[in-house]
């Protein structure tokens, strides 16, 4: 039932005290565990992105993602996500048809809107014009793939009668993040698909793909699933637990989930666990759940789970990918 459904990994290359490893090393181990997860049936494997992070958060997504590309042979490169806002969309566009011709046209653009004010500032650009910055620079992004002059007049950018090339053979797939209704109501609006966290928000994408005229069959979702998948999935979360917690309170600290004045830290990894965005499954339980996503909502076409949580180490992640590979992914295709 889910043969047309990619399963992948998520990568944020975070590498935090106290458990932080030579930068050098820590990208070789990583991009060695992606080709391997090839190997193993993974299909695809997403990068995300942010700025000025002490704990090395990848601000680089698409230069990892060239050098996941050459040592990769079919698997699908994404982003979930890059922060569009921040951005200038015709560098965005030439770098992401680089890759898309690099990879053989392997390469979807995963966006969102962000929300950390310090990425906002240090790059020049007020918080409060995020949805005219998203929604011009998917359109400058989309005609700077056309092979066309782009000839772009908005409130944020103007591209004139510039044709941006190399032209990918494949255009990107522009997908579209976000947790709150007016985000997922522009990613049915005007993306190839949404990307979404957790599970949040798919009934509310569904409804809007409706409230824009489109039937359930033109949607896409790209889930990136939180859940800890292990034999004991107990045990597991005990044992990843002061990575879960961290991972949980800086995203709290930066304002994922709120103000972050308004959001509380959680006090300990199994506060993290029981509160927030994770799920404990062993193999049954995850064929069970993610059978019953695919079935309820059958516009989603990648679901992908953290390969490690920060300060992880590549050897504790593989433990899980083996027993996905080996235990959930097979029964899901069969």
């Not at 190997?39 to 990892?64: A, K, R």
Request: with cysteine.
């Amino acid at each position: 039932m889910a043969n047309n459904v990619d399963f992948g990994l998520w990568y944020d290359f975070r590498n935090p005290e106290p458990w932080q490893i030579d930068f050098e090393v820590f990208y070789q181990e990583r991009i060695d565990q992606i080709a391997a997860a090839e190997d193993m049936g993974f299909n695809s494997v997403w990068l995300t992105e942010h700025h000025f992070c002490d704990d090395g958060y990848t601000p680089s997504p698409l230069v990892i993602h060239a050098a996941i590309g050459a040592r990769t042979r079919h698997m699908k490169l994404g982003t979930n996500l890059m922060l569009l806002p921040i951005a200038d969309p015709v560098r965005m566009a030439e770098d992401a048809a680089t890759l898309s011709l690099l990879t053989g046209g392997r390469f979807d653009l995963g966006v969102g809107i962000g929300y950390r004010q310090l990425e906002f500032d240090q790059f020049g650009r007020k918080i409060s014009h995020r949805p005219s910055l998203v929604e011009e620079g998917i359109e400058i992004l989309r005609r700077a793939w056309s092979g066309q002059p782009v000839n772009f007049e908005g409130k944020r950018f103007n591209v004139g009668d510039l044709r941006i090339t190399p032209v990918p053979k494949r255009a990107p797939k522009v997908l579209l993040g976000g947790m709150a209704p007016p985000a997922i109501d522009r990613a049915a609006r005007i993306a190839d698909g949404f990307l979404c966290t957790g599970g949040i928000g798919m009934d509310t994408y569904v409804e809007a793909l409706a409230n824009n005229g489109k039937a359930p069959e033109d949607g896409n979702i790209i889930l990136g699933c939180w859940a800890i998948i292990a034999e004991d999935p107990e045990a597991e979360a005990a044992r990843v637990g002061e990575h879960v917690l961290y991972q949980s309170n800086e995203y709290i600290r930066w304002g994922a989930f709120g103000p972050p004045d308004q959001t509380p830290l959680f006090p300990d990894a199994r506060a993290a666990i029981d509160n927030g965005l994770y799920e404990l499954w062993d193999a049954d339980m995850a064929v069970e759940k993610l059978s019953g996503l695919i079935e309820t909502y059958p516009m989603i076409s990648d679901i992908h789970f953290w390969a490690q949580f920060p300060g992880e180490t590549v050897e504790s992640g593989n433990r899980r990918l083996n027993y996905i590979a080996e235990k959930v992914l097979p029964r899901l295709r069969a």
